[in-house]
């Protein structure tokens, strides 16, 4: 299959996609955090290199490179609208006079940092959620929600499942509209067109599936689930509610891998090193007035134990399909 | 656009000599930091001097003051609002601090104060000799004194005292006509100069004039004001006043009056560094003593 361009889960031989998705969405929920409550260029550069070497251990590091590009393109407007609209910085590089309502154009060094800073960040975040997307199996992680909200589960899955379809769709219909002898698909026109075309067929699928869900009887459970007569039709319920579920999708409770283990712990961890390291200064950061940033050893110690925590899980391969 | 291009550089650019910086609260009644060679650092503006030189936390990326020394705005206890204000070299900035560029010899003073009354404070008297001696946004500005009698005692006092701190000063009657690009004082009593479109503001009270005080109409009293605009003091035959004020069109006004000749007079002999430094006005009584304007409440 040509790739589409857009990022999906494929399952792959690697402890991350062995982990049940579950514990993968909360080992990138303790990144984000970790991502969210550092501020240090340093230990924001160590979380990012472990995520990049994460990408590579779950072998979706070229893909993570493609987001890195892109959070390059995204991190350089940051970085210059924070060095025009920052005034907070004393450091000046450079002066262009009086903006008017903007006050004096002086850039600082300050401004410079800090928008590099939380282009560092948005570069984390994107980088996290491409790997997350790339290495958590969503269905299995939304079935962990069917408990809670059944509808909601569904909607959710079919829309994440929907999202390739679309894309091969488009990729479908552009280069059917290539092989017309005018080209229609250069200028604004061709693209609306297309895009117009995919809206429609988008509607078109969304009518399949839900003709395809009623006849599966989806409908029914939902609703007997809150009326009061379910009592009555719980038994022919739960039969119509296996019948519907594939051999593999029947819940089995699974044990706790090793890799279950490990990233749950690489969670825990990562969260208290970057709590550990904003309470004890040892990743203190303040860019204005004047920078102020923390690197000594326990800086240092900190970047190397956040590495570690984030990595060490993807050096055991034991029991891992290929 | 030639002071835009005039501004524009590499580099830090040339740092300004000879600033103050003073930093009040309530009108100038406590001082809580006066540097008189504050840190400098290449072109400086307001904010960016401020920030090097106190603890500040500042708001809308940079371009307000939240709070300094841990003191910031919002509202007293009485729910009357508190807010930081700047000046420079005793006029109050049409800009932002971080769009007011400081210029050698400034004085920036930084107040915090309840602006129930008015938030349009134009000029201050506490800067003295400020914006006399190095005038304003870097230019010095031709000084006139304008005198209801140009011989009295009160009019020379005044001449003298702004000529010994190198300030040159021409004389003129009452009413010659505001100029833009001049700075006037206005010497006489308020009965001889209340009639000067520049002064008449003062009459109005401190929401048209920005000072807390105001004559009465026979110009025989003087009611002063605390910051919530209740009188504290009423004042008659001797008491003086000096105030600055600004109108729409005319630069900056100072007058140096009184209820009565006498009271001009002792206003004149309190035109003095020592006397003005962090008032916003300064009123004198009959018996000489001198009385910060707004005034203490209760």
């Known amino acids: 299959m040509r790739n589409t361009g857009l990022l999906f889960y494929r399952?792959?031989?690697?402890?991350?996609?062995?982990?049940?998705?579950?514990?993968?969405?909360?080992?990138?929920?303790?990144?984000?955090?970790?991502?969210?409550?550092?501020?240090?260029?340093?230990?924001?550069?160590?979380?990012?290199?472990?995520?990049?070497?994460?990408?590579?251990?779950?072998?979706?590091?070229?893909?993570?490179?493609?987001?890195?590009r892109t959070a390059l393109i995204v991190g350089l407007p940051i970085v210059a609208i924070n060095v025009l609209a920052s005034r907070e910085g004393l450091t000046v590089f450079a002066r262009l006079g009086d903006l008017g309502p903007f006050g004096q154009g002086n850039l600082t060094v300050e401004a410079v940092v800090y928008g590099a800073v939380i282009a560092l960040k948005v570069t984390l975040l994107m980088?996290?959620?491409?790997?997350?997307?790339?290495?958590?199996?969503?269905?299995?992680?939304?079935?962990?929600?069917?408990?809670?909200?059944?509808?909601?589960?569904?909607?959710?899955?079919?829309?994440?499942?929907m999202i390739p379809v679309l894309g091969a769709d488009a990729r479908r219909l552009a280069e059917a509209q290539r092989t017309r002898p005018e080209d229609p698909s250069r200028g604004v026109r061709g693209r609306v067109a297309l895009l117009s075309a995919i809206v429609g067929?988008?509607?078109?699928?969304?009518?399949?599936?839900?003709?395809?869900?009623?006849?599966?009887?989806?409908?029914?459970?939902?609703e007997g689930k809150h009326r009061p007569w379910r009592s009555r039709s719980r038994r022919s319920s739960s039969r119509l509610s296996r019948l519907r579920r594939s051999p593999s999708e029947v819940r089995v409770k699974r044990p706790w891998s090793r890799h279950d283990l490990a990233f749950?712990?690489?969670?825990?961890?990562?969260?208290?090193?970057?709590?550990?390291?904003?309470?004890t200064g040892a990743a203190s950061f303040a860019a204005y007035p004047l920078l102020k940033m923390q690197i000594d050893g326990g800086t240092?110690?900190?970047?190397?134990?956040?590495?570690?925590?984030?990595?060490?899980?993807?050096?055991?391969?034991?029991?891992?399909?290929r | 656009m030639a002071a835009t291009v005039a501004g524009c550089g590499l580099g830090a650019g040339p740092a300004p000599g000879g600033v103050q910086l003073t930093v009040t609260r309530d009108f100038g009644a406590r001082v809580l930091g006066r540097a008189s060679a504050p840190k400098v650092q290449g072109a400086e503006t307001v904010m960016s001097l401020l920030l090097r030189n106190d603890k500040v936390i500042t708001k809308y990326g940079g371009g307000f003051v939240e709070s300094i020394e841990g003191l910031s705005g919002g509202q007293e206890t009485g729910g009357d609002p508190l807010d930081w204000f700047y000046y420079v070299n005793g006029l109050e900035a049409p800009k932002g601090a971080a769009a007011t560029n400081v210029h050698a010899g400034d004085h920036v003073w930084w107040d915090l104060h309840d602006w129930s009354q008015t938030d349009?404070?134009?000029?201050?008297?506490?800067?003295?000799?400020?914006?006399?001696?190095?005038?304003?946004?870097?230019?010095?500005?031709?000084?006139?004194?304008?005198?209801?009698?140009?011989?009295?005692?009160?009019?020379?006092?005044?001449?003298?005292?702004l000529r010994a701190l190198g300030v040159p000063a021409a004389v003129a009657g009452i009413g010659s006509g505001a100029e833009p690009d001049a700075l006037q004082v206005?010497?006489?009593?308020?009965?001889?100069?209340?009639?000067?479109?520049?002064?008449?503001?003062?009459?109005?009270?401190?929401?048209?004039?920005?000072?807390?005080?105001?004559?009465?109409?026979?110009?025989?009293?003087?009611?002063l004001f605390d910051a919530s605009g209740q009188a504290t003091d009423t004042l008659s035959a001797g008491a003086g006043l000096i105030a600055a004020t600004k109108d729409v069109e005319s630069a900056v006004v100072w007058v140096v009056t009184g209820t009565d000749e006498a009271g001009v007079a002792r206003a004149a002999r309190a035109l003095d560094t020592s006397a003005l430094r962090d008032r916003f006005a300064l009123a004198v009584t009959a018996t000489g003593a001198q009385l910060p304007v707004p005034g203490a409440s209760g």
């Open chain 1, 11 to 68: 399952r792959l031989a690697s402890p991350l996609h062995a982990t049940r998705a579950g514990v993968g969405a909360v080992w990138a929920l303790a990144l984000t955090a970790a991502a969210l409550i550092l501020y240090n260029p340093l230990s924001l550069g160590a979380l990012a290199l472990a995520v990049l070497g994460a990408g590579v251990g779950a072998g979706v590091g070229r893909q993570l490179a493609g987001t890195l």
């Open chain 1, 127 to 161: 980088l996290i959620t491409t790997l997350a997307s790339l290495a958590v199996d969503p269905d299995e992680l939304l079935r962990s929600f069917r408990r809670l909200s059944f509808r909601s589960a569904l909607t959710a899955s079919l829309a994440t499942r």
């Open chain 1, 201 to 222: 067929g988008s509607l078109e699928r969304a009518m399949e599936v839900a003709a395809t869900l009623e006849l599966r009887g989806f409908a029914v459970a939902a």
């Open chain 1, 264 to 279: 749950t712990c690489s969670a825990l961890t990562v969260i208290a090193l970057a709590l550990a390291g904003r309470m």
């Open chain 1, 300 to 321: 240092w110690m900190l970047c190397a134990a956040l590495i570690a925590a984030m990595l060490l899980p993807f050096i055991d391969r034991r029991g891992i399909d």
């Open chain 2, 120 to 161: 349009d404070i134009p000029a201050v008297v506490g800067s003295f000799p400020e914006p006399f001696l190095n005038g304003v946004e870097g230019k010095r500005l031709p000084v006139r004194v304008e005198c209801a009698q140009a011989q009295s005692e009160p009019c020379r006092t005044v001449l003298a005292r």
């Open chain 2, 186 to 223: 206005v010497v006489g009593s308020w009965t001889a100069v209340h009639g000067d479109p520049s002064v008449q503001s003062i009459e109005r009270g401190p929401r048209a004039s920005g000072v807390y005080a105001r004559f009465a109409a026979s110009g025989q009293t003087l009611t």
